[in-house]
């Protein structure tokens, strides 16, 4: 029997959720970062399993650096470091890289909308 193309993009979705519910028990961390473009991103341990999806903080915005083409000033204003025109406020966004340290997941909850995978599947 052949199924029509809804009933396969259902299916492809249910198994996309299976996936995430599994990443959430098993990582129960991860994180969901609602990105500008209508995307979600997954940073956690095994969330490079997903298409959009980071092992650490870090590859993260490596990622979103990429995605940009190395360009820092539109990753500092994607992550709302816009500042008042002429002058964005683009070096207080390297003093937080740097004053986040080793904690670069706290700078991504505070510069996006995001939350636990747990709470995203409710």
């Known amino acids: 029997m052949l199924q029509s193309q809804e009933q396969i993009n259902e299916i492809n979705r249910q198994k996309e959720i299976k996936k995430l519910e599994t990443q959430a028990e098993n990582d129960p961390d991860t994180l969901v970062v609602n990105l500008?473009?209508?995307?979600?991103?997954?940073?956690?341990?095994?969330?490079?399993?997903?298409?959009?999806?980071?092992?650490?903080?870090?590859?993260?915005?490596?990622?979103?650096?990429?995605?940009?083409?190395?360009?820092?000033?539109?990753?500092?204003?994607e992550m709302g470091y816009s500042g008042i025109a002429p002058k964005p406020d683009h070096f207080e966004f390297v003093l937080d890289l740097s004053n986040y340290g080793n904690d670069l997941l706290e700078l991504i909850n505070d510069s996006y909308q995001s939350e636990l995978l747990t709470d995203y599947l409710g």
Not at 37 to 53: K, M
């Open 36 to 77: 500008p473009e209508g995307r979600e991103a997954l940073i956690g341990d095994s969330a490079d399993d997903f298409e959009n999806g980071y092992k650490s903080a870090a590859d993260f915005i490596r990622g979103r650096l990429n995605h940009y083409d190395g360009d820092l000033n539109q990753l500092a204003n």
